[in-house]
C-alpha cells in the first residue's frame, strides 16, 4: 500500500489508522499481510491509501553468464 494524499485535516483516528500501517510520509509505500485486521484499517482510510501490488523480483542468477 503506498500513502497518496497528505494527512492535513484528516482526524486523529484517521492519522493513527495510517500510522499504525506503517506509512510515515507521503508517497511511502510499505508492505503488510493480507488479513482482515489490515483489510479493516485499509477501509477506515481508503481515500488516504492505494493499494500497490508488489512487482516480481527477477532472478539474476545467470546474467552473470550472458543468459
Known amino acids: 500500500m503506498q500513502l497518496v494524499r497528505g494527512l492535513a ?5 484517521q492519522r493513527e489508522v495510517v500510522k499504525g500501517l506503517g506509512l510515515r510520509r507521503l508517497g511511502a509505500t510499505a508492505s503488510r499481510p493480507d488479513n482482515p485486521m489490515i483489510r479493516g484499517m485499509l477501509r477506515r482510510v481508503p481515500h ?4 500497490v ?3 516480481e523480483v527477477q ?3 545467470g546474467s552473470a553468464d550472458g543468459e
Open 9 to 13: 485535516g484528516t482526524t486523529r483516528y
Open 48 to 51: 488516504l491509501v492505494r493499494i
Open 53 to 55: 501490488e508488489e512487482t
Open 59 to 61: 532472478e539474476t542468477a
